[in-house]
């Protein structure tokens, strides 16, 4: 499903929308007192004092004959502009503290939230009281200080949207390809603040009017035509003429009321929009030889050694991915196959270099010769909502080809989509992400990852969100790639996918590789009973008007993995010795010459009885 702004779903809305208008109405006849409004300020015309509504004063008099609507007009300026300066130095402070603490955390994080506890532990009142009395007069400052003051809510409702926006994947994809955490911010995080932003300054503005009005009753303001002046002086003659404090009055709750109408339409609207999101919107053999060693990390483009993938749980890490062994020679292709939830996703973000949340890698390395361009598995995901995709291409292609003109951005811009065989690319250029169809989208994501002029494209499950048609179109893009000379990690599920497009294959489960092989011969002679299994449940290879062998149980989760074999559970072979202790990789097939390039190892003591049975 489509996910549009927040914007589209407002404008529907009939009473928030009226009562923007009516925000507007009143800010334009402020803006333009000097032109509508019949009197000046101080006009006084004495022959009519504290009189009622008449044609010379629309809204009547007050006292020595001021005209009340001029008077609106005029002491609106002083108010409203009190008000804009509180909700400018509101918005300014609690943005740019919000966002540096969502998404640079650390030690920034933990300054943002001390100092906003600290401020909204002091009284407000009591503080603009001081700073009244210290500046005499200056309504200005007393609103400066307002806005100080009430920063620190903004903040933290800022930092808690960018929490969120910064674990989506096109914030995750655009550190991927390079951009900076300023770039990112400015134009991945920003606009999706707008809507939560929008409602605390209508909430924030409303007080602000409030407190304006609340100074100029006091007569602690400037002394300047106001709003609260004017309640002021109506107050002062309501038994006579209670007639004057209708006008001054309806305006101010009016005027807060519209805010507040408009902050409520704003919130439903952005609700309204995420939910649309939500909905479019993760044996014995003893004495085998040991595994051979992986080709050497000299030449591969990327080697992995003993990696190890920890998230915090309470006071404890949790292995997620334990002592994964993989190398990528150039123009290769490798896949990672298994079912969901056996870290083949983590692994990926470990090659790229950006694991999600707070995971790390705590044991092992990483090696990466190149630059490494990234495929998310819902490329709709991986660009963000608001921009246009070229413009998101552009931006891609100016981090890392800078020396390039504004219209040569424009042209290598095309020329990626074009790539990636996308029909009328200026069409797709000008389109925003959900506008495009699934399959055009990932080609999109594609030409994304092209655009860093990666030596290597890792791509989680690329085809998963796609039907079968357009799946065969995007794996016959990658098969160009190869053709062309790109290397490739391509994370699966799906066995139809690695034999389209991978000539080497690691099978993962649990968090460990257990197999590792090279495609065609993973496919037809497996060497490990989970291998086995994963091919027997494949849809593409079963026998029509037979049952597809499903593997009954489930993988175990991180933190409750056994200490023997870890697929013991599911195993049709396990025998005692499976479970008593973790089982090493072993070399397949020792004698063969070419296994030092291409190794074929498994994690299973029984390997040669199920080699047996494959070959049988
Ligand atoms: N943010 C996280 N915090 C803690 N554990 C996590 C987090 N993300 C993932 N995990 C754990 O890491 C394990 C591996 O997840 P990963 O996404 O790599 O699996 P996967 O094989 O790619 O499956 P899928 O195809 O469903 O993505 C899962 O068991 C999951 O419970």
Not at 149 to 175: F, H, K
Not at 177 to 203: C, D, E, K, N, W
């Amino acid at each position: 499903m489509s996910r549009r702004s927040w914007v589209t779903y407002f404008v529907r809305q009939k009473v928030p929308m009226m009562a923007a208008a009516y925000l507007a109405l009143v800010l334009l006849l402020v803006l333009f007192a000097g032109a509508i409004a019949p009197y000046g300020p101080t006009e006084q015309n004495l022959d009519a004092n504290l009189a009622g509504p008449s044609r010379e004063h629309l809204l009547g008099t007050g006292q020595l004959g001021l005209d009340v609507f001029s008077r609106i007009l005029w002491g609106g300026r002083t108010t409203l502009y009190g008000v804009l300066v509180a909700v400018v130095v509101f918005a300014v402070l609690g943005v740019s503290a919000g966002l540096l603490a969502g998404y640079l955390r650390g030690p920034v994080e933990w300054a943002v939230l001390r100092t906003s506890e600290v401020l909204q532990a002091v009284p407000a009142a009591i503080i603009l009281l001081v700073v009244l009395a210290v500046f005499p007069g200056r309504q200005v400052i007393a609103m400066v200080a307002l806005g100080v003051l009430g920063a620190p809510g903004l903040a933290r409702v800022v930092r808690s949207v960018t929490l969120g926006v910064r674990e989506e994947l096109y914030v995750r994809s655009a550190q991927t390809m390079g951009l900076r955490p300023v770039a990112i911010m400015r134009r991945h995080v920003l606009p999706h603040l707008s809507g939560p932003v929008i409602v605390q300054l209508s909430l924030f503005g409303a007080a602000a009017v409030g407190l304006e009005t609340a100074l100029g009753f006091l007569r602690l303001g400037s002394g300047e035509s106001s709003w609260g002046l004017l309640v002021a002086e109506a107050s002062r003659h309501l038994g006579a003429h209670p007639w004057l404090m209708v006008p001054s009055g309806f305006v101010i709750m009016s005027f807060v009321m519209a805010l507040g109408l408009v902050g409520d339409g704003v919130r439903d609207a952005v609700a309204a929009s995420m939910r649309t999101r939500v909905e479019s919107g993760a044996r014995p053999r003893a004495a085998t030889p040991p595994a051979p060693e992986l080709p050497d990390s000299e030449d591969a483009l990327v080697s992995v050694r003993g990696l190890t993938v920890s998230f915090p749980r309470g006071q404890d890490w949790i292995d997620v991915v334990r002592g994964v062994d993989l190398a990528v020679l150039p123009g290769g292709a490798l896949g990672i196959l298994g079912e969901s939830g056996c870290g083949k996703s983590i692994t990926a973000e470990a090659i790229v270099g950006r694991i999600r949340g707070t995971g790390q890698i705590t044991a092992g390395e990483v090696r990466r010769r190149g630059r490494v361009g990234w495929v998310a598995q819902d490329a709709a995901s991986s660009l963000d909502p608001s921009g246009r995709v070229g413009a998101q291409l552009a931006e891609v292609v100016r981090v890392h080809r800078p020396e390039l003109s504004r219209s040569q951005v424009r042209a290598r811009v095309l020329d990626l989509l074009e790539r990636v065989r996308l029909p009328e690319p200026r069409r797709v250029a000008r389109s925003r992400p959900w506008e495009l169809s699934g399959g055009m989208a990932q080609r999109v994501g594609i030409a994304m990852a092209l655009a860093t002029d990666p030596h290597l494209i890792v791509a989680d499950e690329p085809t998963s969100a796609l039907d079968t048609t357009v799946q065969a179109e995007v794996l016959a893009l990658f098969d160009e790639l190869r053709a062309d000379g790109m290397t490739l990690v391509v994370i699966t599920h799906d066995v139809g996918v690695l034999a389209a497009v991978c000539d080497s294959a690691a099978v993962m489960y649990a968090g460990e590789v257990v197999e590792l092989a090279p495609t065609q011969e993973l496919l037809t002679h497996p060497a490990h009973p989970y291998t086995a299994a994963l091919l027997a449940a494949d849809p593409r290879r079963g026998t029509p008007g037979e049952r597809l062998a499903a593997i009954d149980g489930t993988v175990p989760a991180p933190g409750s993995w056994p200490s023997g074999c870890r697929f013991a559970d599911r195993c049709l072979l396990v025998t005692q010795a499976c479970r008593e202790t973790s089982v090493p990789l072993f070399d397949v097939d020792p004698a063969d010459p070419t296994d030092a390039a291409d190794p074929r190892v498994s994690r299973c003591l029984r390997f040669a009885d199920v080699l047996d049975r494959t070959r049988a």
